[in-house]
């Protein structure tokens, strides 16, 4: 069996979390023999005799077909740790999942992104900045993260949709399972024009706690978290959080001293957020601005190029990663490569590695 697949088994099997499928992985042996383990043989590993129950079940033969057909019927993609696709900024957090449950534009995952979040019952005001922030981001070229919930979240992955933009939408619940209601027409458009990532695989319960644990994929997969408008409980402050945990910037609106729905912003504020009111501010703080960016040559770049820079931006790539996470043909990609180039916006190192200059 391959580790890959013996990973989405151990991370799908009831009873078994994180830590566990660490310590399982960390031991010596031949886990690729792991199908014909009996249950006390993971009882020995140091499984409890109710989860090597489940995993013997998880890793029969009949079961690891239908879980395949089932997500393939679904659109569903499983991206291991060890995947190329799987997000390299993802990996720098505490605990990253051990898999993503994907749906829609997997290069997505690692394109340059932006985390937006805020309430679930905004203001006039903050609809109306969540609105104008995700549009204007999404018309540069980020990619707009957030959570699919009521309220900011799905006002900010409408408008980067509206914007013929990207946005990635990081559920709380099961992959296949949208919530809240009210948002699976979304969800759908969202799963077709931009990407659905879920930790959580097919057929796991709803349960409230899920959510908060969530929050920290968001901050993880982007440079930066914008808090839209939130109140001193806001679940979005988590999400704030967890992106000051990971080493990542955190920007905050600021609204109106006298609502209540902006004291959350403005205590990120007081304690050293960056306060934006604009998308060029959180663009500048990274140095560029990918529509607007001019060559030498006073060409812009164009939306191929852009697509290609963003993934440069999170890092040296060689071809062969730029041409998986494109998903485009050799001759593209490598048209878009010279051109990039030739404007003088990337170079080529040794070994087909390429960067930004």
Same mark, same amino acid.
């Given at each position: ?8 088994? %151990?991370?799908?099997?009831? +009873? ?27 009882? @020995? ?7 090597? @129950?489940?995993?013997?079940? &998880? ?5 690891? !077909?239908?879980?395949? #057909? ?9 991206v /291991? ?18 898999? %993503? ?5 997997? *290069?997505? %995952?690692n ?7 805020g ?7 903050g609809?109306?900045?969540? *609105? ?17 919930? @009521? ?11 509206r914007a ?9 619940t ?9 948002? @699976?027409?979304?969800?759908? &458009? ?8 879920? *930790?959580?695989?097919?057929? /796991? ?26 109140? #001193? ?37 007081? !304690? ?8 060029g501010?959180?663009? #500048? ?12 040559? +006073? ?13 440069? *931006? ?12 494109? +998903?485009w043909?050799?001759? %593209? ?25």
């Amino acid at each position: 069996m391959e580790k890959r697949e013996l990973l989405i088994a %151990l991370d799908g099997t009831r +009873g078994i979390g994180w830590k566990t499928i660490a310590k399982l992985l960390e031991q010596p042996g031949d886990l690729y023999k792991a199908e014909y383990f009996d249950g006390a043989e993971w009882e @020995r590993r140091g499984l409890k005799p109710a989860a090597a @129950r489940n995993l013997k079940q &998880e890793l029969a033969a009949g079961k690891r !077909q239908e879980r395949l #057909e089932t997500m393939q019927a679904k659109g569903i993609v499983p991206v /291991t740790v060890w995947d190329s696709e799987y997000p390299l900024l993802l990996k720098e957090i505490s605990q990253p999942p051990w898999v %993503l449950y994907a749906m829609g534009q997997i *290069e997505l %995952l690692n394109a340059f992104s932006v985390a937006m979040v805020g309430t679930r019952v905004p203001t006039a005001y903050g609809r109306k900045i969540g *609105e104008m922030l995700a549009g204007a981001l999404a018309e540069q070229g980020v990619n707009v993260v957030s959570g699919l919930a @009521r309220g900011i979240d799905g006002i900010c992955h409408q408008a980067a949709l509206r914007a013929a933009g990207a946005t990635t939408a990081v559920l709380g619940t099961a992959i296949d399972q949208p919530y809240p209601p009210e948002n @699976r027409f979304l969800y759908k &458009e969202i799963a077709e024009k931009g990407l659905i990532v879920s *930790e959580y695989p097919i057929g /796991t319960p709803p349960h409230p706690g899920l959510f908060p644990q969530r929050n920290r994929i968001i901050a993880g997969l982007t440079r930066g978290t914008v808090v839209v408008e939130a109140d #001193e409980r806001s679940g979005s402050l988590i999400t704030a959080d967890a992106a000051l945990e990971a080493n990542r910037d955190v920007f905050a609106v600021p609204g109106p001293v006298t609502s209540p729905k902006s004291r959350g912003a403005l205590n990120l504020i007081k !304690q050293g957020a960056k306060l934006i009111t604009q998308a060029g501010d959180i663009l #500048e703080e990274y140095g560029f601005a990918p529509a607007d960016r001019l060559s030498e040559d +006073g060409n812009k770049l164009t939306d191929d190029e852009r697509r290609i820079y963003h993934m440069l *931006e999170q890092g040296n790539r060689s071809f062969d990663e730029l041409l998986a996470l494109s +998903g485009w043909e050799f001759g %593209l990609l490598h048209s878009v490569l010279l051109s990039l180039i030739i404007k003088k916006q990337a170079a080529q190192l040794p070994g087909s590695i390429y960067k930004l200059i």
